[in-house]
């Protein structure tokens, strides 16, 4: 009897036993499955994600703007930065001025928004978006606003701290490097170098003061070598590692043709010092809905602080000396009385031969926006002219004649502002005389 007991205990027990492992199995695998379910559907719609972007993305490039993209029987919408009419106006500009090649760029300062990204190619006699998108362009003397904000960011100097030079500023000559003085030396702040993109003082400020590492930082916080944006298939801008000392001048000035940028890019360069040394990476996707209206993929701005505050601002005047009496002066003087009143413009220009497309490019990257005693971040613009042959139109022309636009049609704030400065007229108190 008692071996009896002693069986059926031992039988219980193995089946119990073996119950629970057969419930802790299928538990595990239960689990293992879900997981594999729930990371096959988020990799699914990752995927499926990428694919409307891609899409998306060739779309725009062949200049086409689709509201509703297909995927497996389902619509999904597409919502987009850029400003229609202002994007008419850009797109009219270049028809009718017509260089080989031309791209403009206008950005939000205030949100990091593409409100208009056009290209022209001249010989197809067609809109060429790419243009806009694509980092086969030197940067030319555009690149002087990362060295000034690598020499500024080390405390040592300011924008009116001056430097001597021989020769002619627009070459970059070895023996122009060295330190050397005689009766045809020349004396220049800093500030007056970047407004007539002065070369040999920013190459010998760049071996003196500069480090190739300290340089390629800098230039890394600017967005080179990086992704910029989210939804559209961005090129890195490049900048390479300096070999040599006078391969760090040639790069600290832009007299090369290594250091390549997208009209894009150049327009953020801007944006960045508009908005006090904050870089707002630039969306011109802004999410994407399904059939039922929900969002399946939102483009959120991404901020990153690049400068100081003391550097941005030192930055700023240089900037807008170059359009108050440097190399982009015609922008300040064409511009219309008010708006030159009421306006806060900086820039940067450059000018280099080569690239893809071949050619001179013209370039001007610049920022425009209300004076102090208003919130408003105002615009950035980027204006890449290619030519051949011969000139046709200059950058800052197509840059002014978008800044008169943007103020008067799209946010006329100028009207504001000077509503705001006018004084109040007083009414007269008639009086009768008795």
């Given at each position: ?207 003196s003061r500069i480090t190739g590492p300290g340089i390629y930082q800098m230039a890394s916080k600017f967005g080179f070598n990086k992704r910029l944006m989210g939804g559209m298939n961005l090129s890195a801008s490049t900048f390479k590692m300096p070999t040599d000392q006078y391969h760090l001048a040639e790069l600290a000035t832009g007299f090369n043709k ?177």
């Amino acid at each position: 009897m008692r071996h009896n007991i002693k069986s059926m205990d031992y039988k219980s027990i193995r089946n119990n036993i073996l119950t629970f492992l057969i419930f802790t199995g299928c538990l595990s695998l239960l689990k293992l499955t879900s997981a594999y379910v729930v990371k096959k559907t988020i990799s699914s719609n990752k995927d499926k994600i990428q694919i409307i972007k891609h899409r998306v993305n060739n779309r725009v490039i062949n200049n086409q703007w689709p509201k509703k993209i297909g995927f497996k029987d389902n619509d999904y919408s597409i919502s987009y930065t850029r400003d229609e009419k202002l994007d008419r106006y850009v797109q009219k500009l270049l028809k009718r001025y017509r260089s080989d090649y031309s791209s403009i760029i206008v950005i939000d300062n205030n949100t990091g928004n593409i409100l208009s990204a056009v290209g022209y190619d001249k010989s197809e006699r067609a809109m060429a978006n790419h243009l806009a998108f694509s980092t086969t362009h030197p940067s030319a003397s555009l690149f002087k606003i990362i060295t000034s904000a690598t020499l500024l960011g080390q405390g040592k100097i300011n924008n009116k701290t001056s430097f001597s030079y021989r020769g002619r500023g627009t070459t970059l000559y070895r023996y122009q490097l060295k330190r050397k003085r005689d009766r045809w030396t020349r004396i220049q702040t800093l500030e007056n170098a970047f407004a007539h993109s002065n070369n040999v003082i920013f190459g010998k400020a760049a071996i003196s003061r500069i480090t190739g590492p300290g340089i390629y930082q800098m230039a890394s916080k600017f967005g080179f070598n990086k992704r910029l944006m989210g939804g559209m298939n961005l090129s890195a801008s490049t900048f390479k590692m300096p070999t040599d000392q006078y391969h760090l001048a040639e790069l600290a000035t832009g007299f090369n043709k290594q250091t390549l940028i997208s009209p894009v890019h150049a327009a953020v360069l801007s944006s960045i010092v508009a908005n006090d040394g904050v870089l707002k990476n630039p969306r011109l996707i802004k999410d994407i809905h399904n059939e039922q209206g929900k969002a399946i993929w939102k483009n959120n701005t991404a901020t990153t602080q690049v400068l100081s505050g003391s550097v941005s601002a030192q930055l700023k005047k240089m900037m807008e000396l170059v359009v108050k009496k440097g190399t982009a002066r015609s922008v300040n003087r064409g511009l219309r009385r008010k708006m030159r009143k009421n306006l806060k413009i900086g820039g940067k220009t450059g000018s280099i031969t080569g690239g893809i497309p071949y050619g001179k490019r013209d370039w001007l990257t610049l920022f425009a926006m209300p004076k102090e005693g208003f919130e408003d971040k105002g615009i950035s613009i980027a204006v890449m002219n290619i030519n051949v042959k011969k000139w046709y139109v200059k950058s800052s022309f197509l840059a002014k004649k978008v800044i008169e636009y943007y103020f008067k049609e799209i946010k006329p704030m100028v009207k504001k502002l000077s509503r705001e400065n006018s004084p109040v007229k007083k009414t007269p108190i008639l009086t009768t005389v008795i």
